[in-house]
């Protein structure tokens, strides 16, 4: 597995965001940003939104895996702000999920497919927001697709798990373990657990 080091934090979906205000103010790394609003029912203008940062952008497709991963795509490719990121979020909300197809050019229908296009460039990793409320083995069920996604691009996954520590302080504790670019493979912070270490492999 690739040296996994990123150059900003990008919050996904409504969990992550929670954690925004707390990040910036203690990191001095860059944090981006993304969630997804839905349209007002009683508009007949007003389409969905994903709101990267304070930019909107419409999306009038389905709240589906396969239609959010693929708008997202075109995003992806057109904005080099999500070169090298460590996404967080919670692995159970679709756009968090939809994201890491996007991120890894993978049509979820077809997962179980060979890699095509093996990304050389990109050194994303993944930290996992533990779901308010759900017990362990529902959180495998939720998640399966995205942790064989993310084995066979062989990208680093980590879970935070709240004990002693908040989330947050958390969060805070590993930015202050870093710089903006750093190697997560040797960082040793409490509450984190990799999920995905380099030495695994992806075989189909």
């Keep these: 597995m690739k040296k996994s080091t990123f150059k900003s934090i990008l919050l996904i979906g409504t969990h992550a965001n929670l954690y925004y205000k ?22 007949v203008d007003e389409p969905n939104q994903f709101i990267y940062n304070d930019t909107l952008i419409d ?9 959010l991963s693929f708008a997202l795509s075109i995003i992806v490719e057109h904005n080099p ?6 996404v967080i979020g919670d692995p159970t909300e679709l756009l968090y ?4 197809f996007a991120k890894n050019n993978q049509n979820p229908h077809m997962i179980r497919q060979e890699v095509q296009f093996q990304s050389t460039k990109s050194k994303d990793s993944f930290l996992f927001l533990y779901p308010s409320g759900m017990v362990a083995h529902n959180i495998r069920k939720e998640i399966s697709s995205l942790i064989y996604l993310l084995k066979k691009y062989n990208r680093n996954a980590f ?15 590993m930015l202050k373990k870093g710089v903006i670019s750093f190697d997560l493979n040797i960082l040793e ?16």
Excluded: M, W
């Design 22 to 43: 707390e990040l910036a103010k203690s990191s001095k790394v860059n944090i981006h940003t993304l969630k997804f609003k839905k349209k007002d029912p009683f508009s």
């Design 59 to 67: 999306f009038n497709g389905k709240y589906t895996l396969s239609e």
């Design 81 to 86: 702000g999500f070169e090298d990121c460590l």
């Design 97 to 100: 999920q939809a994201f890491g």
């Design 159 to 173: 879970l935070i798990r709240e004990g002693n520590e908040s989330t947050s302080q958390i969060l805070q504790n």
């Design 189 to 204: 912070v409490n509450g984190i657990e990799k999920l995905i270490s380099n030495q695994t492999e992806f075989t189909s």
